[in-house]
């Protein structure tokens, strides 16, 4: 089963509206964290937002803020007043901490976003 | 405050030369991971060095895969008899964990590998 689903392929928004980004989660852990990358077409992972699972309030970071659900396993993106260089793929990443000493991410298939005028 | 930096950022090669890879982490990052992404696909674990010790390898790293972290600073990814399946970009991100527990990966701009 994948841990990470992400089920839009391709979003299109339009320059300063808002988008949302959708994400879910599979983990039986009961501490874990949630993340959000952007990646430009040059291919650098760049960070956006963190969500640790023990976090009670939404994380906020500039225009971005994460809509963490936890009973629906859900995380996801939303990106407020859009801007033409938000155009990129966006990967939501889960980091399990109960699986010894690494905390490698696992990441879904991504979310190509196009900001248009 | 510079980033993760990967060398070099494109590689062009022949099915069966070996390769290297070199990452420079966050200087004070004492965690380094590599992973692999092919087109359309996230990034996948392949292998993580706290300080040298390297202490997780993913089933994706063969034997034809090594990976070093002498010093505990810089990390090369050596691919031996490349093969076409090989081709992929390959990132590498560092970290270190805060007393809160709290670790967020950086992430470098990836070398890109294309195996003929």
């Known amino acids: 089963a994948q841990k990470i689903t992400q089920t839009q392929p391709g979003m299109f928004v339009q320059e300063k509206e808002a988008v949302t980004l959708d994400c879910t989660y599979d983990t039986s852990d009961q501490s874990y964290g949630l993340f959000w990358y952007k990646q430009p077409s040059s291919g650098e992972m760049i960070f956006l937002i963190y969500q640790g699972s023990y976090d009670e309030q939404n994380a906020t970071e500039g225009r971005y803020s994460l809509n963490f659900q936890k009973a629906r396993k859900s995380a996801n993106l939303v990106i407020s007043a859009s801007q033409l260089g938000d155009s990129a793929m966006y990967f939501c990443a889960m980091r399990e901490d109960g699986t010894g000493t690494a905390s490698k991410l696992t990441f879904g298939t991504g979310t190509r976003l196009q900001v248009t005028l | 405050d510079t980033g993760v930096s990967q060398n070099p950022r494109h590689k062009i090669t022949k099915r069966g030369q070996n390769v290297t890879f070199r990452c420079d982490p966050i200087?004070?990052?004492?965690?380094l991971y590599w992973y692999r992404q092919t087109l359309g696909q996230g990034p996948e674990f392949l292998t993580y060095f706290q300080n040298e010790a390297q202490l997780e390898k993913s089933r994706l790293l063969s034997d034809r895969f090594s990976a070093e972290r002498p010093k505990g600073s810089f990390s090369t990814l050596e691919i031996q008899r490349t093969e076409q399946g090989d081709s992929a970009m390959y990132l590498c991100a560092s970290s270190s964990r805060r007393t809160s527990g709290e670790e967020t990966q950086y992430f470098g701009p990836g070398t890109r590998l294309l195996v003929l």
């Open positions: 200087s004070e990052h004492n965690r």
